[in-house]
């Protein structure tokens, strides 16, 4: 497990995504952590001294684990760049193709309603808004 | 595994599961990118929440609710969020003479 500061994780991420684009997965893992054991922190909460809290980003890719942690200050530039890191990578999702398949249904009756002159369906080229 | 058909319905009990054990909960993200199939997971280790999806629409979805996490993870549980997301509409309202306000 290698401990990075934001940047350079981002980019390691980066790489991560690109080597996963044929086969694998990544994985990122976010959880909310003092970056203290239980003893440690049961002490501080004893004394009185406040904890200071931080989110802790993982990433994997099965083989390898990257990790950093951000504090309250660092997170907001460090979620605008994670963002663009996916959208990015994450191209391989379908779009809404339900659009399409009407369109293409619509020109594959077209032509069959054309050669059969008694048809219910009207050869119109807008279609009712379901 | 606990798979949750609503998006909003996900976002709503997974927050309330952060809240409620923050030492404990974690949000999970999975991208495959050669099957185009996405998987979200929010656990305490005794309730498991998932959402899976391969529509490019929820990933957007899924961005607004990194931001959500991001914020109450690095801030704490009681960092102010709301779902739609507060900073957002802060920054929609500081915005001159840009559509309607409502």
Redesign the interface.
């Known amino acids: 497990m290698v401990h990075l500061q934001p940047d350079p994780f981002l980019n390691e991420l980066t790489s991560m ?1 690109e080597r ?13 952590s003092s970056m203290k054991s239980k003893a440690k922190r049961k002490k501080m909460e004893t004394e009185g001294e406040t904890i200071e ?4 980003v993982r990433a994997t890719d099965g083989k390898k684990t990257i990790t950093t942690s ?3 200050k ?3 530039k ?2 605008a760049s ?2 663009t890191v ?2 990015a ?8 193709e339900r659009r399409d398949k009407k369109r293409t249904a619509e020109v594959e009756q077209k032509p069959a309603s054309s050669k059969n002159p008694v048809s219910s369906k009207k050869p119109l080229p807008t279609k009712p808004l379901l | 595994m606990v798979y949750i058909a609503s998006w909003d319905e996900f976002v709503e009990r997974s927050v309330q599961l ?1 809240r409620a054990d ?2 404990l ?12 199939k ?1 998987v979200l997971k929010v656990t305490d280790n005794r309730e498991c929440l998932k959402f899976k ?7 957007k979805k ?2 607004k609710l ?2 959500i ?9 009681d960092a102010g969020i709301s779902v739609s997301g507060k900073e957002q509409v802060e920054q929609q309202a500081s915005k001159k003479g840009r559509g309607r306000r409502q």
Do not use: I
């Not at chain 1, 809290?53 to 802790?56: D, E, G, H, Q, V």
């Not at chain 1, 990578?89 to 809404?96: E, I, P, S, T």
């Not at chain 2, 909960?25 to 185009?36: L, M, N, P, Q």
């Not at chain 2, 996490?69 to 549980?77: D, H, K, N, S």
């Open positions: 995504y996963s684009k044929e086969k694998g997965s990544v994985w990122v893992t976010l959880k909310h809290y931080r989110c802790l951000l504090s309250a660092d997170h907001q460090f979620q994670y963002a996916l959208k990578h994450m191209n391989a999702l379908k779009k809404r | 952060f923050p030492q909960s974690r949000y999970v993200t999975k991208c495959r990118h050669c099957d185009g996405l999806t391969d529509r490019a629409q929820d990933a899924m961005e990194n931001n996490f991001f914020t109450l993870m690095a801030r704490g549980p």
